[in-house]
């Protein structure tokens, strides 16, 4: 499991937006078998740092080995209680397309934009996957909120 913490360290949360995320806590099973299946959650606080209100998705990027084959395989969703807005429950998260980009003019795609950090490290062939919320949500200058990222994956 050490090396399945390893990876999943490099899951970043954002929003398409300036923010502060800060990672709270990161759940992971003690063990996880070969070709069973994983639940992983990280809990986050967000606070929008930035000048204004935006409307914004909810982004989450993984660095996975590639033979774990995420894109295809992991289900991702988001929760809040206290999102502005309203509430936000099990809120499903899709692969990333080259039309979800950034709030820069013009948008700068979200998925390339990630690959930038690198491979923190890892050494076999690993790829950066990321998600997006399928909401959107306005969030005004000074807003916070915290959530819980679930994770499934085999």
Sequence with gaps: ???TYRYLAGIAVALAAAACVTLVNFNHPDSAPVNS???VSMDVTVENTGNGAVASNVVVAMLAPVSWNIAETAEITFSSDD????????QSMRLATDEDGDMNTPPVPIAPAVESFGTRGNYEPVEWVVFVSEKTHEVKSGDSFSGTVNIKFK
């Design 83 to 90: 999102m502005p807005g309203g509430p936000w429950t099990n």
């Design 37 to 39: 299946e994983v639940t």
């Design 1 to 3: 499991m050490k090396k």
